[in-house]
């Protein structure tokens, strides 16, 4: 906030017998050049005020938007739970897009990725100087030329992870003792499938015995269609990823995929907890003994977006509205939550909540909130942002008036003091003219009275 400077308050000092009188008109010009300044004062303070208050409000806001988006989070293929009849056979985990459903999933073969060692023991060969060994790394119909720094064992697999480490993994093993070790090399195919598998020198093979991979296979849903994949992770619906861990013919596994009502309950709780914080605040600001934003436009928007929440609707579908999943709105503005009533509604009609709430891109509750949040709270839109914004360049502004004017009071003051100093000064030599023409005068008075006397 500005301040008006009290530096030059006392510069003027006379010595006339007016001097008191002419430093109460430098005061007295002062204080009505400064009277401006204190109502720019007053304004700052003001929207400091507000701009305290909206920081407050803001805060509360943010926290329902975060609130809004744990709803969302709930709503999430990650908040699903699944259960696996035989979960030696497949494991399973969900994700966006995933639907509440039972599925079922046969494995042929969970496959097999292809391998190969080094025949014997990796020989550590010296490269001739200045020169550096080529390998000849072959993956299926592809051959790639493999030139490590050195021939050691961890070296080359090394440059073979280097080079070609999407296709097949490389890693130095030890099948000798601890008094003999025997260091070779082992390849494994990064994805399932017959792969051929060799390092070679030359044209010489150097990986054997080579093991050839077998592609995992497996029918969805009774569907009699085998479907292969080079990978043991596979996804049969969206948002439902399966991983065959072992082979079981003719024994499809069950899963069973269902949303979390304990998650969305306590969501729906946090929703409330965070909605009547802001409901409180805003309450704040209206009647009497209300705070700073008392009567500013941002505080009916804002209450027009919070009630937008509570009496959101979407009529003609099973679940219309925030009561039928237990929030009731009271008359105080506030929202009440009834878990019991939540979990009966989410057991007997599941699907009903899901499209009620939605998603926060593709309709219904969600959406909408997360929309009315964006508005409010967007770091370059939201009408909260650009409030606070406003304040801020405001007080900015006054506060550049505020040091202007000040200035100018400043110079006032030393103008008037200048010229005070030399009216005192004038003054007070013809108070000493006077004094000495008035001595004379007595003097001479004086003298004619005694010569009149003789």
Known sequence: MGTTSSATASLFTGSSAFAQSLQ???????????????????????????????SGIDSKFASLQTAIAGIDQAMDGSSYETDVSDTS?????????????????????????????????WVDSANQPGQQTTYQLVVGSNTYNITPADNSAATVAAAI????????????VDVG?????????SLQSTTLGPETLDIQLNGVSLQ????????????????????TSDSQSVDIAPGLTVTLLSSDPGN???????????????????????YNAVQS???????????????????????????????????????????????????????????????????????????????????GFLEAATNA?????????????????????????LNSQISTRQDQVNTLQQNLTTQMDAADAAIATMEQQYTYLSGMFQAEQVANEQYSGL
């Open 177 to 185: 003792s601890s008094g003999s070790p025997d260091e070779r090399i």
């Open 281 to 363: 605040a805003l309450q704040n600001e209206r009647g009497q003994s209300s705070g700073y934003l008392n009567g500013q436009s941002i505080v009916y928007e804002m209450t027009d977006a919070l009630q937008g929440l509570a009496t959101y609707t979407s009529p003609g579908s099973a679940v219309s509205g925030l009561a039928d999943l237990g929030l009731t709105l009271n008359d105080d503005g506030t929202l009440t939550f009834d878990p019991t009533t939540f979990m009966g509604e989410d057991f007997g009609n599941s699907t009903a909540v899901d499209s009620f709430l939605g998603t926060a891109t593709t309709g």
């Open 208 to 227: 054997t015995p080579q093991t050839k991979g077998v592609l995992a296979s497996y029918i969805v849903n009774d569907s009699g269609k085998t479907v």
């Open 161 to 172: 992870n280097a080079q070609a480490g999407n296709q097949v993994q490389a890693t130095v």
């Open 89 to 121: 056979v497949v494991s399973a985990t969900t994700s966006t897009g995933v639907m509440e459903g039972n599925y079922a999933i046969e494995v042929d073969s969970a496959g097999a990725y292809a391998s190969s060692m080094t025949t014997s023991s």
């Open 252 to 274: 499809p596994v069950n899963i069973t995929v269902t949303r979390s009502t304990s998650a969305l309950s306590t969501a729906l709780s946090s929703f409330v907890d965070a």
């Open 24 to 54: 109460a008109s430098i005061t007295q010009a002062v204080n009505i050049a400064t009277l401006p300044i204190t109502q720019l004062q007053n304004e700052v303070t003001n929207l400091q005020n507000q701009s305290s208050d909206l």
């Open 373 to 397: 949040m964006t508005g409010l709270e967007d770091p370059t839109t939201g009408i909260i942002k650009t409030d606070e914004t406003d304040m801020q360049n405001q007080i900015t502004s």
